[in-house]
């Protein structure tokens, strides 16, 4: 099994709302991570997460906030989001060490009113 | 910095022609490069993951190959198919405990019935 389950698809938002955003695989890998992406661009890295500890950070702003409860699931929290903040979030998780082949999971297209 | 590009931008070919995707990085201590599809509004599939030990890997139709000392990485496919069209994303990994990557810019291919 390599595959990366998201939850919900597709999220619409006002900018007052919170709301989650769910990643979770079971392939035994321990780094998961969180990549934002826009038409027409490639993702960009948001947050990594190894061995449940959180470990790159990329200057994101704090209304998007990370949680990692158990090596299988990534969770996104979103609070107070702008409009700008629309767009396609994938998760994607890979093994430590050699290998460390990237698996995506099918993104979540959030819409922020 | 690392710096990742993909030439052309888009691509459109009939169906049945072999073609090459080409992507090119400007520091070559990497550790892999993965190539990735990406059919819109969904996430990224993984195609192939080449480490920087390798000089190419094949699955099917693909061929993908690495180059570390001229920045190059190129995939090959043969007897394209309407079901390619995709964008190709390359991804260039450095070394440490997880896949950190530069993704390039992409190469949006066509294959036309």
């Known amino acids: 099994d390599t595959e990366v389950t998201q939850t919900p698809k597709h999220l619409v938002m006002g900018m007052t709302n919170k709301k989650s955003l769910k990643c979770e695989q079971h392939?035994?890998?321990?780094?998961m991570y969180w990549y934002k992406q826009k038409a027409k661009k490639p993702p960009e890295l948001m947050f990594v997460?190894?061995?449940?500890?959180?470990?790159i950070n990329e200057s994101v702003p704090s209304r998007f906030s990370p949680e990692c409860p158990n090596s299988s699931l990534l969770n996104l929290h979103l609070h107070a989001l702008q409009p700008e903040d629309s767009a396609l979030y994938l998760c994607?998780?890979?093994?430590?060490?050699?290998?460390?082949?990237?698996?995506f999971g099918e993104g979540s297209r959030l819409t922020v009113l | 910095k690392q710096e990742v590009t993909q030439i052309p931008a888009a691509l459109s070919v009939p169906e049945g022609e072999n073609l090459v995707l080409n992507c090119s990085f400007t520091?070559?201590?990497?550790?892999?490069l993965q190539w990735f599809r990406q059919d819109p509004g969904k996430g990224l599939t993984s195609l192939l993951l080449?480490?920087?030990?390798?000089r190419e890997q094949t699955s099917g139709r693909l061929n993908a190959s690495l180059d570390k000392s001229s920045g190059r990485s190129t995939l090959y496919i043969a007897a394209s198919q309407p079901g390619d069209s995709a964008t190709y994303l390359c991804?260039?990994?450095?070394?440490?405990?997880?896949?950190?990557?530069?993704f390039g810019t992409g190469t949006k291919l066509q294959v036309i019935p």
């Open positions: 994607a998780s890979s093994q430590q060490g050699s290998g460390r082949e990237l698996f």
């Open positions: 392939m035994g890998h321990r780094a």
């Open positions: 997460y190894s061995y449940e500890k959180l470990s």
């Open positions: 520091d070559s201590a990497i550790y892999n």
């Open positions: 080449i480490q920087s030990s390798q």
């Open positions: 991804a260039v990994g450095i070394g440490g405990g997880y896949q950190k990557v530069t």
